[in-house]
């Protein structure tokens, strides 16, 4: 149970497209001089709110860091709940979006509807402002995050209304069945003529329901591939030639993975590789489908004709599919433009008036661009992509809030400027 604006726990099904790439510093037992630096980040993903009903809000649970390990956050002006609330616990972190709440009207004012069905997938980067124009209605969302350590595990979680304890959210349901690559980085063998580490990924299979003793089955396909230059967030999206997408790049056919006590099955699927002498980074594109074939009865345990490849019958939907990228950079430096550019305002109303109208002149400035994506929100509406000399008309007695922001083309958003005025 939460209080508007946090979080606790939220459990809900959901169909996701996931891309990371990243910015973890990592150094692990027995890692040596010679060995670069790990750079890693959990971000980029468009996930479906398929629970049965409107939801307000959603979190994503990371274990095993600190809130000073989060160095990015996507909210304002990208998505309908702005910036989220980061909520430290024992053993990591909440990074929690959330509805604000009218104590008058006694509901949650912002809220996620129930995505279409069948869903189609969106490759990543269409659930926020600037990715459709379908965004208010097309019952998604797009979250992401920056971080400057490794979690131990990552969960992603849907928020509702706790109809017991009125502007409070609890959870609902099952949590998010697409598993989050969990990225590491060793020193190479012993006596390696190759001074590039070992990467791997390893995905989990979801964890079992309450009084489960298996949870769901999944199958799970994996592409690779490695450059001698960086990855870029921008670059991790369905179809991109950055993302191993032939079938020369299978890093793994097929395999099945299920999570619990007793069962026969890997409960999760670990991929790893030396990098080449002159490799910067690499990334994998992980394919998941749910597994239609038989379970037994008592135990939930999946039992395929071949753990190896689905036969016909075990094949399922595509529950999603996540896109990682993994930097090493000897220099230890971040690639990408990471300063965020700032919005002045020239023209603006007067703070009280009796014109129904009126009319904004604004910039931005960054040292690193001179093309900037405005974006406004007027008296708490979603943000919309906007243009400087922006026109209101028609507008109703009584104050007025107008919100505007700047992104660059790296999709750094600046901090939001607001102006306030009050037509008698």
Known sequence: MINAGTSWKLAASAALLVGVVGFTQVHGSGATAASPPQYGTLSNFDVFNDTGQETNGFEIELDGITAADITYKFGAPYERYGDPTII??????????????????????????LAPNPITPTGGHACWTGGSANYPTAGCEHFGLGLAATPTNVAYF???????????????????????PLWSATPPPPNSPNPAPVVAAAVQAPEPDLGQQLGNAEWVKVFVTESTGPAYLNHLVTGDKAVPNKVTETETEWS????????????????????????????????????????????????????????????????GTQMG??????????????????VIVTTKPAATTTSRSARLVFHATDPDNRTFTYFCSLDARIPTTCTSAKSLTGLARGKHVFKIYAADAARNASKAVTITWTIK
């Open 88 to 113: 430290p616990f024992s053993g990591g972190v909440d990074v929690v979006y959330a509805s604000p709440y009218d104590a008058t009207a006694k509901k949650f004012t912002v809220g996620t509807p």
């Open 256 to 319: 099945l993975i299920q999570a619990g006590a007793g069962g026969g099955l890997p409960q999760d699927l670990t991929e790893s590789l030396q990098l080449g002498k002159t490799s910067e980074s690499v990334t994998r594109r992980f394919e998941f489908y749910k597994y239609t074939g038989a379970y037994d009865s008592g135990s939930h345990e999946a039992l395929p004709v071949n753990d190896a490849a689905p036969s016909p019958g075990e094949l399922g939907n595509l529950i």
């Open 158 to 180: 849907w928020l509702v209304p706790d109809t017991a304890h009125p502007g409070k959210l609890t959870t609902l349901g099952g949590g998010v069945q697409l598993p989050a």
């Open 325 to 342: 990228a993994l930097n090493l950079k000897k220099s230890g430096a971040i690639p990408g433009d990471h300063t965020a550019p700032k």
